[in-house]
Every structure is written in structure tokens, then in C-alpha cells.
């Protein structure tokens, strides 16, 4: 399902235009305005009960090695957005 479908099955769901669903969808998801976004790059968690938790991980810097040349590489430190699925969404996979 990509954004699109998601904000369809939302107006069909909730009842409302499919405008309206397509806004919601963009105010939550969007990767530079969206809430969650912007939450993740003031360093905040966002926790969803029942369904996950998203935050920001470090990565430390690291050596790697180049597939292409063999020749090793210094990888540098990251901070990279993860998702951490909840108990409510492993039970409702699960049971599937």
C-alpha cells in the first residue's frame, strides 16, 4: 500500500472527502513536513500505543570495505530514523 492507497482506504474508513484524507495523510507522513518528521529531527520519539514507536538511532563511524576495489573505507557516524513495531501490531500480524 503506498501513500495514495493509504489516504483512500482513510476516507473510506473515516467517512470523510477524499481531499480531507489526503491532507491528514500528508500533515502526518511527509518526509520534510510532517509531524513525525519533524519530531524524529528535534530528536523526539513519537509512540504510537499498541502500534510502535518511532526514533532516531546513532550510528557509530566505522571501517567498511569497497565491493567494487577491495580498498577499505572509513563509513561515518549516522543518525538514522528506525521503527520499532509494538506489541498490539506483532499479536495482529501474528494471529494472521
Keep these: 500500500m503506498n501513500k495514495a492507497e ?8 473515516a467517512n470523510i472527502s477524499r481531499k480531507d484524507s489526503r ?3 500528508e500533515a502526518l507522513f ?3 513536513n ?3 518528521a519533524q519530531a524524529l529531527q ?7 500505543t499498541g502500534f510502535g514507536t518511532f526514533e532516531v ?3 557509530k563511524a566505522r571501517t567498511g570495505r ?9 563509513v561515518p557516524a549516522t543518525r538514522a ?4 513495531a509494538g506489541k498490539g501490531l506483532k499479536d495482529g500480524i501474528a494471529r494472521r
Excluded: M, S, W, Y
Design 6 to 13: 493509504l489516504a483512500d482506504a482513510l476516507a473510506d474508513r
Design 23 to 25: 491532507a491528514a495523510v
Design 30 to 32: 511527509d518526509p520534510e
Design 34 to 36: 510532517g509531524l513525525i
Design 42 to 48: 528535534r530528536g523526539e520519539k513519537v509512540a504510537l
Design 57 to 59: 538511532r546513532e550510528r
Design 66 to 74: 569497497n565491493p567494487r576495489t577491495g580498498g577499505i573505507i572509513e
Design 81 to 84: 530514523a528506525a521503527f520499532r
